[in-house]
Nanobody, 124 residues
Framework: QVQLVESGGGLVQAGASLRLSCAASGRRFSSYTAAWFRQAPGKEREFVARITRSGASIYYTDSVKGRYTISRDNAKNAVLLQMNSLKPEDTAIYYC?????????????????WGQGTQVTVSS
């Protein structure tokens, strides 16, 4: 199994940047597709971005395209989410998720491993 721990969240003003990290332990993280989801209060958890094992396939939800960048460093068992030009609507708890193999999916139920989340709050 793999354990995931997110970090890097915080309170920022609109237009600022944050970099989230997902640190993995256990089985080598290079064996997993990794994704970021987020959940605002009272809303369903939604897909943000994902990256396959080698980084060959990357996909973002429309609302973050051009502002967010997902990357990974398999040697360090880590996945990063660089978030620029943040907006109040980006406010949510951000979760790291993983699934064994190359898995091209934006669906929550396709990911079996989850971190506990890190809070991102963007003020206007």
């Amino acid at each position: 199994q793999v354990q995931l721990v997110e970090s890097g969240g915080g309170l920022v003003q609109a237009g600022a940047s944050l970099r989230l990290s997902c640190a993995a332990s256990g089985r080598r993280f290079s064996s997993y597709t990794a994704a970021w989801f987020r959940q605002a209060p009272g809303k369903e958890r939604e897909f943000v971005a994902r990256i396959t094992r080698s980084g060959a396939s990357i996909y973002y939800t429309d609302s973050v395209k051009g502002r967010y960048t997902i990357s990974r460093d398999n040697a360090k068992n880590a996945v990063l989410l660089q978030m620029n030009s943040l907006k109040p609507e980006d406010t949510a708890i951000y979760y790291c998720a993983a699934r064994l193999g190359d898995w091209v999916s934006s669906r929550r139920n396709d990911y079996g491993y989850w971190g506990q989340g890190t809070q991102v709050t963007v003020s206007s």
